[in-house]
């Protein structure tokens, strides 16, 4: 790897879309102006987050961000044969679109079980019971809704080919922000001179951990997490309370 084409890894706060590219290639660092759809497909494990640790929640999302970068002609041609005459590899990601199109499928049949049973027992006038199966419904419905669209975006990552060797010269993460952080990502970039470039173009949003946003952001992260261990202390002792009036006579 020459000096040229070593990593420069840029953070940048800020949306895909509001940052500022270079009149030039990132691949080799001419004069750019062929647009390229350069996509990336990330996969996000939510966690629930305890008192004292984080535990999973099992539950993984896909998540598929792109930007269209200028190149220059002879590097977009390059790009172009390799596409060509790449080979389709298959994605286990399908596996895993179905088995949420299954979630969905079986969540949604549930809603329209209590409906129907909710349409036909109203005849003969609101009741209680009419108000918990409406709610069952009504979550089971949104349950069906989210289910559907995660395996909508997994299918959508499932179809996400791999950069090219021209496109892998522009890399970026998935949103790296924090709590109470501003969205931010990091920016790989392979072209030195390019860096350079980028840096300069996108200064005024360049990510400091150690600069004012992200100084006020752990501080907020602080004071969240002490109102929590508070709340749950509260809940304790009025619990506890409440289990102390119920026994006395």
Same mark, same amino acid.
Do not use: K
């Given at each position: 790897?020459?000096?040229?084409?070593?990593?420069?890894?840029?953070?940048?706060?800020?949306?895909?879309?509001?940052?500022? @590219?270079?009149?030039?290639?990132?691949?080799? !660092?001419?004069? #750019? /102006? +062929?647009? =390229?759809?350069?996509?990336?497909? %990330? *996969?996000?494990?939510?966690?629930?987050?305890?008192?004292?640790?984080?535990?999973?929640?099992?539950?993984?999302?896909?998540?598929?961000?792109?930007?269209?970068?200028?190149?220059?002609?002879?590097?977009?041609?390059?790009?172009?044969?390799?596409?060509?005459?790449?080979?389709?590899?298959?994605?286990? @990601?399908?596996?895993?679109?179905?088995?949420? !199109?299954?979630? #969905? /499928? +079986?969540? =949604?049949?549930?809603?329209?079980? %209590? *409906?129907?049973?909710?349409?036909?027992?109203?005849?003969?006038?609101?009741?209680?019971?009419?108000?918990?199966?409406?709610?069952?419904?009504?979550?089971?419905?949104?349950?069906?809704?989210?289910?559907?669209?995660?395996?909508?975006?997994?299918?959508?990552?499932?179809?996400?080919?791999?950069?090219?060797?021209?496109?892998?010269?522009?890399?970026?993460?998935?949103?790296?922000?924090?709590?109470?952080?501003?969205?931010?990502?990091?920016?790989?970039?392979?072209?030195?001179?390019?860096?350079?470039?980028?840096?300069?173009?996108?200064?005024?949003?360049?990510?400091?951990?150690?600069?004012?946003?992200?100084?006020?952001?752990?501080?907020?992260?602080?004071?969240?997490?002490?109102?929590?261990?508070?709340?749950?202390?509260?809940?304790?002792?009025?619990?506890?309370?409440?289990?102390?009036?119920?026994?006395?006579?």
């Amino acid at each position: 790897m020459t000096e040229a084409e070593q990593i420069t890894i840029v953070r940048v706060r800020g949306r895909l879309r509001d940052i500022t @590219l270079p009149p030039r290639c990132p691949a080799c !660092g001419g004069a #750019a /102006g +062929v647009m =390229l759809r350069v996509e990336r497909a %990330f *996969a996000r494990e939510h966690r629930r987050r305890g008192i004292t640790t984080d535990m999973p929640r099992g539950v993984t999302t896909f998540h598929v961000a792109s930007i269209n970068v200028p190149f220059c002609t002879a590097c977009a041609a390059r790009h172009m044969a390799e596409r060509a005459t790449a080979e389709p590899v298959p994605s286990p @990601l399908r596996t895993t679109a179905a088995m949420y !199109g299954v979630v #969905a /499928g +079986v969540a =949604l049949v549930a809603a329209l079980f %209590f *409906a129907v049973f909710i349409w036909n027992a109203s005849t003969g006038g609101w009741r209680p019971t009419l108000t918990f199966a409406a709610s069952i419904a009504a979550g089971c419905a949104i349950f069906a809704g989210w289910f559907a669209v995660q395996a909508i975006n997994a299918l959508r990552a499932s179809a996400t080919l791999p950069p090219t060797s021209i496109t892998a010269a522009f890399d970026f993460s998935d949103r790296l922000a924090r709590r109470f952080e501003p969205e931010w990502r990091e920016y790989r970039l392979r072209h030195a001179g390019y860096a350079r470039m980028f840096i300069q173009a996108n200064a005024a949003r360049l990510w400091d951990e150690t600069g004012p946003l992200a100084m006020r952001a752990a501080r907020l992260r602080r004071i969240a997490d002490s109102l929590r261990v508070a709340a749950a202390a509260a809940l304790i002792v009025i619990f506890v309370l409440l289990a102390l009036q119920a026994g006395t006579p």
